[in-house]
C-alpha cells in the first residue's frame, strides 16, 4: 500500500483591532460580548482604548491591550491599531458588534476588501462596523485617511477601494449601533459637522463619488 501525504491547507493568520472608547461600565460589558463572540477566531486581538477608562477586564481579555491618555479620535485609534497588527489579514470591529454565526476566514480572501452581512443594517457595500483588509491591499491602499476624525473616514475608505470588495453573506454580526458616540455626546456635533464637510469637499474634488 501507498501512504500518500495530503497537505493540510493552514488557514491564514487573522489580527482584529477593536477600537474603543469606554466612557462606561455598559461601553466596558458591550466591548467584553464583542470580545468574547470573536476570539477564538483569531490570531491576534488588539484592543485600543481611546483615552478613556483604562480596563484591566478589556486588557486581560486581549492580546495587546493599548491605552492611550489623550483621545486622539477614531480614526487615528483604528489606524494605530491596524499598523500594529501581524495579521495576513486584519480585520476592524467596532466594540458594539458581536458576530452571530460563520467563520471568520471566510472574509479572508485574497486581494479583497471584505465585510459581513450585518443582520439589523442593511449596508450595500463597505461595512463601517466590519470589514476585514488582507495586507496587501493594505499596501497598496493604505490606512484611514485621519483628517477626519470620527466620521466619514470609513465611507472614504470604501470608496477607495470598491473595486477591491467583496460581501460575505456566510458570516453574520449584530451591530448596536452609535453607542459610543452616544455615551461620548458626539453624535450630531461639531465633529460630525466638521468631518461631513471634509467629506464633502472630496466629492467636490473628485476624489470620491
Known amino acids: 500500500m501507498t501512504n500518500i501525504n495530503i497537505p493540510i491547507l493552514s488557514r491564514p493568520k487573522i489580527s482584529m483591532v477593536i477600537p474603543c472608547y469606554t466612557k462606561t461600565k455598559e461601553l466596558e460589558e458591550q466591548a467584553l460580548m464583542a470580545i468574547a463572540s470573536y476570539k477564538d477566531q483569531v490570531d491576534e486581538l488588539i484592543v485600543i482604548e481611546d483615552g478613556q477608562m483604562f480596563s484591566s477586564k478589556l486588557m486581560e481579555a486581549s492580546d495587546i491591550y493599548i491605552y492611550n491618555k489623550n483621545n486622539i479620535g477614531f480614526t487615528a ?18 466594540s458594539d458588534t458581536i458576530l452571530r454565526e460563520g467563520d471568520l476566514n471566510d472574509l479572508c480572501t485574497p486581494g479583497k476588501v471584505t465585510s459581513p452581512l450585518i443582520v439589523n443594517q442593511y449596508i450595500d457595500r463597505l461595512a463601517g462596523p466590519f470589514w476585514c483588509a488582507p495586507r496587501e491591499v493594505t499596501e497598496k491602499y493604505g490606512y484611514l485617511m485621519e483628517e477626519m476624525i470620527l466620521y466619514s473616514s470609513d ?21 448596536e449601533m452609535a453607542q459610543s458616540v452616544k455615551a461620548g455626546g458626539v453624535e450630531g456635533g461639531v465633529t460630525q459637522q466638521r468631518d461631513r464637510e471634509i467629506y464633502a469637499k472630496l466629492i467636490q474634488e473628485g476624489r470620491v463619488s
Do not use: L, P, T
Open 77 to 94: 485609534n483604528v489606524n494605530r491599531g491596524w499598523r500594529m497588527a501581524n495579521g495576513e489579514y486584519v480585520c476592524i470591529v467596532n
Open 155 to 175: 465611507s472614504e475608505y470604501d470608496e477607495r477601494v470598491k473595486d477591491v470588495f467583496q460581501k460575505v453573506q456566510s458570516v453574520k454580526i449584530f451591530h
